[in-house]
């Protein structure tokens, strides 16, 4: 209502009764509680008045400036390809674009989706929405790290996009606790029965996972070329990185101990080498024997 009157500047009881199809005794109503919420709603009688917000007011910061809501668009129509079945998600993004003038909107392009599953993608996500919306338990195929399949029974929490993947959190009955689920290792995806919601915030989950990640981390330094140096911030945190006298890079962090360590740090290829632990450099000599092994005739 606000946003119609502040658009028009002069508008009517009926008309507004009539764009929200509801009786003139609520719209008066609406009109009091605006002004209780210290907006100066003002009105002019007789023919041609109507209701108006008082020059003195500024309702800019209330809604999207012209630029702020082309970007917002964009970002909306680059998601489309995710959400398009979701009803909420294109009457949200509907009322924006009746709202704003669409300009500049292909200034901005996002791709969320995943080059190998992008149609399995847009259905998981609108599985997941239903499953969360609907308090329904997800049954699925996942597979872990050590590539080993089992099937999981979750109880939808959230979809999270971090570092450039999409996940599932939730509650595994399978693993009896809360655990995050990377969307490209799903595979046979069901909506299950419906599930009574644990009392639990998203912030207690994540110390949950915070907790689980320092349980199982250990403190590794690594000794990067020069040329490298760069290009750390893209991978480290600034405070974790120090150049040293002969121009190398160290960097000293908490990493999750596990095989999937030895092939990120394998990922930056000669340009990286392990400092400590010392027999995380052990593991790392016998992981690369074994990985040449089929190259060795």
Known sequence: MLLIISKKGLVTGKELAEHFEVSLRTIYRDI???GEAGIPVASIGGKGGGYYIMENYNVDNLFLKKDEASTFVAIMNN?????????QFNAMVLKIENTYNRENTDKLSINMSHFSMENELKEYLYQMNQAIEENRLMIFDYCNRQMEYSERTVEPVQITFTAGQWYLIGFCRYRDDYRRFKLVR??????????????????????????????????????????????????????????????????VDQFPYEEGLLKYILGFGKECEIIEPLYLRDELIEYVKELLLPYNG
């Open 32 to 34: 009091e509680k605006l």
């Open 186 to 251: 799903i595979r046979n995806l069901k909506l299950g029965d419906g599930f009574a919601k644990r009392d639990i915030t998203k912030e207690e989950i994540e110390e949950i996972f915070d907790e689980g990640y320092r349980m199982r981390s250990i403190q590794v330094t690594l000794k990067f070329s020069n040329r490298m140096g760069k290009q750390l911030t893209e991978y480290f945190q600034e405070e974790n990185i120090q150049q040293t006298e002969d121009g190398q890079y160290l960097v």
């Open 79 to 87: 998601l489309n390809f995710l959400f398009g079945k979701n009803a």
